[in-house]
């Protein structure tokens, strides 16, 4: 039995609709996936240390192949990660990489990660374009 079935779920949410990707070799297609939903966008890569050693070079390549070349902002592990310090970390990361509100902060990893890139996104410049990509 394949398991490289790719299913896409479209979410429909009006003016606030988007897709949600599953499948095999989706990081290396990431920049290919975010290029054709917001063309011209630049982004900012949000991931743990754990997850970045695994899988934040695969990602960056999928990027890198659609013209997305981005910023990096890596956290500690774990839960004590999630803090306004850390939230800082990420929002000064998003504003040292110059990006603007059409622009999508990416968060690879899980739940820590995916809660503070999202909020991040959500107060940066009036709300950004987020990215979630669960590990």
Do not use: C, W
Not at 21 to 46: D, F, H, K, N, Y
Not at 54 to 83: D, F, N, R, W, Y
Request: aromatic share 2%; charged share 20%; no cysteine.
């Amino acid at each position: 039995m394949s398991t490289n079935t790719n299913v896409t779920v479209e979410v429909g949410l009006g003016d606030r609709a988007y897709d949600i990707l599953i499948g095999s070799g989706l990081l290396l297609r990431a920049g290919s996936e975010i290029s054709r939903r917001l063309p011209g966008t630049r982004a900012a890569v949000v991931t743990d240390v754990n997850v970045a050693a695994a899988h934040l070079e695969t990602l960056k390549a999928g990027l890198e192949k659609s013209g997305i070349q981005p910023a990096e902002i890596t956290l500690p592990a774990g839960e004590k990660t999630k803090s306004f310090a850390h939230l800082e970390e990420v929002v000064d990361g998003v504003l040292a990489a110059r990006l603007e509100r059409g622009d999508v902060v990416i968060a690879l990893g899980g739940g820590v990660i995916g809660d503070l890139a999202g909020f991040a996104a959500g107060i940066v410049r009036r709300g950004m374009n987020f990215v979630q990509v669960p590990t």
